[in-house]
């Protein structure tokens, strides 16, 4: 396992450096200089971003956009901001080139938790609206069937979606059925 630097700030470079040599199975995203290392996923959390990658699989199967994990991360460089983050999902139906990382994705979906979802909120979606690519930002409550999604079409406004509804999924074409993705609490 690496350890993690010593030193207060790490440069992008470094951190990309560090984070793609370990041998272990941690996480740890990067914002503006300083490592946050990732907690643990409940099994509900599991559940949602899983039935919400084989539903996006399945349906871009074929085509050109791909469907990524938790595993893969996504990053945003500008003269303001070095970010990496590990979304739970994500689609990309662009060519990326990096072997660890994704700069043009077009769809990006998060499974909140209490201790992230004020994070998730808030700062992650102001620093994923600076993707030029991405058309939407979904937010699953991980408790309870509550889906809001954040779209660039409507100027970010914020939709919410419950039981019994169908959310469309415009950036991949994908209509997704609220009580599919949350079966397993019903």
């Known amino acids: 396992m690496g350890a993690l630097p010593k030193s207060s700030y790490m440069s992008p470079a470094e951190y990309l ?14 914002v503006d ?69 994704n700069t043009l994705p077009c769809l990006i979906i998060e499974v909140l938790s209490d201790s992230t979802a004020y994070k998730d909120r808030t700062e992650k979606l102001a620093a994923y609206r600076l993707f030029v690519s991405l058309q939407e930002y979904v937010l699953c409550s991980q408790d309870t069937p509550h889906i809001e999604v954040y779209r660039r079409s409507t100027e970010w406004a914020r939709e ?27």
């Not at 450096?17 to 990067?30: A, I, L, T, V």
């Open 33 to 101: 200089g300083q490592v946050y290392a990732m907690a643990g996923a409940s099994r509900a959390h599991n559940r949602i971003a899983m039935k919400l990658t084989n539903l996006l699989f399945n349906h871009l199967e074929g085509g050109s956009c791909e469907v990524y994990q938790s595993d893969r991360k996504v990053g945003i460089r500008s003269l303001e901001t070095n970010r990496y983050y590990y979304p739970d999902v994500q689609v990309s139906c662009e060519e990326e080139t990096d072997p660890y990382y």
């Open 17 to 30: 450096q560090w984070e793609n040599s370990r041998g272990d199975d941690e996480k740890y995203e990067y």
């Open 160 to 186: 919410i979606y419950t039981a019994g509804q169908v959310l469309t999924l415009a950036s991949v074409g994908l209509d997704v059925a609220v009580d599919d993705v949350y079966r397993f609490l019903m």
